[in-house]
T-cell receptor, first 114, second 113 residues
């Protein structure tokens, strides 16, 4: 395990469908983050976990979005009833659970809603 | 609400010349990160700056942090084509354990011969 892994890398879905993304963090990292990035913008924070606990959610995370990290290892991000505005790159990152460390990002899942 | 501003948003650089790009942020923080992103790719960590006056160098890039001015600079020495990418700074406003990052919009650098 050499980095953060995300699947799938690309997803095209029809509006109204549900989608689920998976993130496998670096194995010893306790913290896991989800970000969303749209074209020409920096990543925007969505939510983060410390082990299995979801500690913070952004106001960007509407009730159609849900994230889980059931055993404190991999995480899933589900979007229900997708809308065209959900089209973006969804990035996962992980870090060690103490101060002064940086987060390492996965390759991202690019979602296109048609 | 924390705001992170980067300028300029786009910079065309001539090969071999020196340039400086800036990152300003709106709240107290002594933790700032620089990331690089190539088109269609994820973010690669470049520098972690953890205190006032911190300076880090890697190859042709040097980053510094002035927490009193709430400013970080990324200096590019003798630009080369390989440095063409988008560079993001990100700030962690918390003083405790590592938490979330707020990113700027990024600065796209393009190096021309």
């Amino acid at each position: 395990d050499t980095g953060v892994s995300q699947n799938p890398r690309h997803k095209i879905t029809k509006r109204g469908q549900n989608v689920t993304f998976r993130c496998d963090p670096i194995s010893e990292h306790n913290r896991l983050y989800w970000y969303r990035q749209t074209l020409g913008q920096g990543p925007e924070f969505l939510t983060y976990f410390q082990n299995e606990a979801q500690l913070e959610k952004s106001r960007l995370l509407s009730d159609r979005f849900s994230a889980e990290r059931p055993k404190g290892s991999f995480s899933t991000l589900e979007i229900q009833r997708t809308e065209q505005g959900d089209s973006a790159m969804y990035l996962c990152a992980s870090s060690l659970n103490f101060a002064l460390t940086e987060a390492f990002f996965g390759q991202g899942t690019r979602l296109t809603v048609v | 609400e924390l705001k992170v501003e980067q300028n300029p948003l786009f910079l065309s650089m001539q090969e071999g010349k020196n340039y400086t790009i800036y990152c300003n942020y709106s709240t107290t923080s002594d933790r700032l990160y620089w990331y690089r992103q190539d088109p269609g790719k994820s973010l690669e960590s470049l520098f972690v700056l953890l205190s006032n006056g911190a300076v880090k160098q890697e190859g042709r890039l040097m980053a510094s942090l002035d927490t009193k001015a709430r400013l970080s600079t990324l200096h590019i020495t003798a630009a080369v084509h390989d440095l063409s990418a988008t560079y993001f700074c990100a700030v962690d406003p918390r003083t405790g354990a590592n938490s979330k990052l707020t990113f700027g919009k990024g600065i796209t650098l393009s190096v021309r011969p």
